[in-house]
């Protein structure tokens, strides 16, 4: 008999490219084509900021995992939302205020935990995605016994409230996206006696994406770098623009291209090129024909965005803040970061104008790319994982092959 995965996750569909949602996602339907009976908790919410349920409820199989929807009865405001944010971040509350908050938050789907709860034996494991949302803190209680969390977490204010600690105490388990992450978390809350493991995600090497048709494209709009993700403030985009502008000053051939959804206004600038959504293969080819990727976020677990340009050997700029993205960097000696206007210039003036630099720095981050996150590798991490939970509560961490 088959093991039976179930995964809980605020949103959930092959039109939803979130970081932590592409990553359950990725996961999910590889395991199930090893042959793990995977079932996914969701919502009917595609908007990550509004909440609103734009798919159906019901279920549904979507590439070998069955899909469980509920709908989201409240949808959330986000001026209101973030202003109570701020009081509660930042003002003495009492323990009621954060429990509105985690409402507020949302995703606001009492039936998604009536079901999981109804429904948490018919389960062998559970992996609970994300930390920070309604269905993780409710999902978590409705589930007995041992249960894995991949908190997809950055260093923010929301984990420095008092109901998070009920968050990291549930899990048995924890899969960990970078050692930055572990070591950021481990700060926080007590990991005695749980199990961990770093693990992320899988990365596709793709056989030479710049001889691809599609290529062609690209090699037209060079010398560029590439931006690959949703187009917000909130991922450092303002600040890449501003960094951008004063910086082509000195390279006036340079173009920045952007791939992703748009949720902000673009600069006038003749040499800024916002291109839309664009096909996986055809994303991986840009990539490739890039002079770097840029990855501006101060607030990252593991970039999946990063990876896949190491995989093309193409380097990484990355906002020298987010530990993770900057350990991408010294780790595999595969990119360069920067913290200030002055710190970006320096690093884009070393990727345009030193060809073997970037030589260097690409072949580095395929190597980094094949050591640690190929999917075989991923795979097995969770093999082990589901097993090393039958012997809770005296959980052992076996070492990965």
Not at 123 to 151: C, E, I, M, Q, S
Not at 337 to 365: H, K, M, P, S
Request: proline share 7%; net charge negative; aromatic share 12%.
């Amino acid at each position: 008999m088959n093991m039976k995965i179930a995964f809980l996750i605020q949103r959930y569909g092959p039109e939803v490219m979130g970081g932590s949602e592409l990553h359950c996602a990725m996961i999910a339907e590889r395991l199930a084509a090893r042959g793990y009976d995977c079932t996914v908790y969701t919502t009917t919410a595609k908007d990550y900021v509004t909440w609103q349920p734009d798919y159906v409820q019901g279920e549904s199989v979507i590439n070998g995992v069955r899909v469980k929807r509920y709908d989201v009865i409240r949808a959330r405001d986000i001026a209101s939302f973030n202003a109570f944010s701020d009081r509660i971040f930042f003002q003495p509350h009492e323990r009621a205020d954060e429990l509105e908050w985690m409402e507020r938050q949302g995703p606001y789907s009492p039936a998604l935990i009536q079901a999981v709860e109804k429904e948490a034996d018919l389960h062998d494991r559970w992996v609970f995605f994300t930390y920070l949302y309604y269905n993780t803190y409710w999902g978590l209680k409705a589930v007995p016994g041992p249960k894995t969390l991949v908190p997809t977490a950055h260093d923010e204010p929301a984990l420095r409230l008092g109901i998070m600690r009920e968050v990291f105490e549930r899990p048995a388990a924890f899969m960990f996206n970078t050692e930055a992450e572990k070591a950021m978390l481990a700060r926080h809350f007590s990991f005695e006696g749980k199990y961990q493991e770093t693990v992320g995600v899988g990365v596709d090497v793709p056989d030479r994406p710049e001889a691809w048709p599609i290529a062609g494209k690209y090699r037209d709009l060079q010398p560029y770098i590439l931006y690959a993700g949703r187009i917000e403030p909130g991922k450092g985009c303002q600040e890449m623009f501003d960094y951008f502008v004063r910086a082509a000053e000195r390279h006036p051939k340079l173009r920045l291209l952007l791939v992703g959804k748009l949720l902000m206004p673009l600069p006038e600038h003749p040499r800024i090129h916002y291109l839309g959504f664009v096909p996986p293969d055809e994303k991986t080819a840009a990539m490739a024909m890039a002079l770097a990727t840029i990855h501006p976020s101060h607030f990252e677990s593991l970039c999946m965005a990063a990876l896949e340009s190491l995989a093309v050997r193409t380097p990484i700029l990355v906002q020298g803040t987010t530990d993770p993205l900057r350990q991408h960097c010294i780790q595999g000696n595969a990119g360069l970061f920067y913290a200030t206007a002055d710190e970006f210039d320096i690093a884009l003036d070393l990727l345009v104008r030193d060809d073997r630099l970037r030589e260097v720095l690409g072949r580095n981050g395929l190597a980094y790319v094949r050591k640690n996150y190929t999917w075989e590798r991923i795979l097995d991490k969770y093999a082990i994982l589901f097993g090393a939970l039958t012997s809770w509560p005296s959980l052992t961490i076996p070492p990965t092959p």
